[in-house]
């Protein structure tokens, strides 16, 4: 069995402190097999991640969680930038066009940035979108009060469920998980498809601490820092390093 955290924040979202390295060291400590970052509106951070997580000794799978028009929804196995704030039925087409698959993130709640049930029932009654949506997410631990609305909802939809952190602290990583059959990338494209996941939350993970932490990190992050290794918050000029590091990847 494998296990994958679909649904990371990195410093490429305005609301997260966690660089991609910090993500991928939190992952492997995690024991992850496969992980996602899926930054809001950014495609960038992701590509990174694909790029450093050998180094790490695991996977990450190219993706983003665009805003719609309707809410958010998040296409894994891309490498192109949906534009944001179109349909939701012409993001997933532009997600499906290039090569990926959709989960539906935090659904049926009233926080803003969730899908309702209409708008899910839409996109899987049309021929064009209904098989490019693969998941839901039933464990969120980000929004892990409305989890039981998604899962009773969910048990009527032909959607592989999925455990995710949404992780805009890197600590909080693999805190909820989906577990698939096999190890890689491949393997849980196929247990989306066969709807064969299963979404793990560990309940007592859930503390307030995530929020106090999560306030800590973005007041650092207003100051200029980010949260680089495990032990501490270091001054870190993102958009430096980011360069740095393709630089050294083109080299390679
Ligand atoms: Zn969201
Ligand atoms: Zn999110």
């Known amino acids: 069995m494998g296990y994958a955290d679909l649904h990371i924040h990195s410093t490429y979202s305005p609301d997260s402190a966690s660089t991609v390295r910090a993500i991928l060291k939190q992952a492997t400590d995690a024991e992850l097999d496969i992980i996602a970052v899926t930054d809001h509106d950014n495609i960038r ?3 990174e991640a694909r790029d450093l997580a050998p180094q790490f000794g695991i996977e990450s799978i190219p993706g983003v969680e665009v805003s719609t028009a309707e809410g958010h929804v998040i296409g894994l196995f891309i490498e192109a930038m949906p534009p944001v704030g179109a349909s939701l039925h012409d993001t997933l087409v532009f997600i499906g066009k290039h090569g990926g698959t959709a989960i539906i993130p935090h659904p ?7 899908l309702s049930m209409e708008s899910v029932l839409k996109a899987l009654a049309s021929p064009a979108t209904k098989s490019i949506v693969r998941g839901i997410e039933t464990h969120n ?3 892990m009060s409305f989890n039981g609305v998604a899962q009773k909802l969910s048990i009527y939809l032909p959607l592989a469920r999925i455990g995710a952190s949404d992780s805009h602290v890197y600590w909080t990583i693999g805190h ?8 890689t990338a491949l393997d849980l494209r196929e247990a989306l498809n066969r709807n064969t996941t299963v979404p793990i939350l560990d309940e007592d993970k859930f503390t307030p601490r995530i929020f106090l932490s999560w306030f800590r990190y973005m007041i650092l992050r207003r100051l200029g820092y980010a949260t680089d290794t495990h032990s501490a918050a270091q ?4 958009q430096r390093m980011t360069k740095s590091f393709l630089m050294k990847m083109k080299k390679r």
């Open 45 to 47: 951070g992701s590509l």
């Open 108 to 114: 049926f709640t009233n926080l803003p940035g969730s």
């Open 141 to 143: 631990l980000g929004t």
């Open 235 to 238: 001054p870190v000029n993102t």
């Open 176 to 183: 909820a998980r989906t577990e698939f059959p096999g190890r």
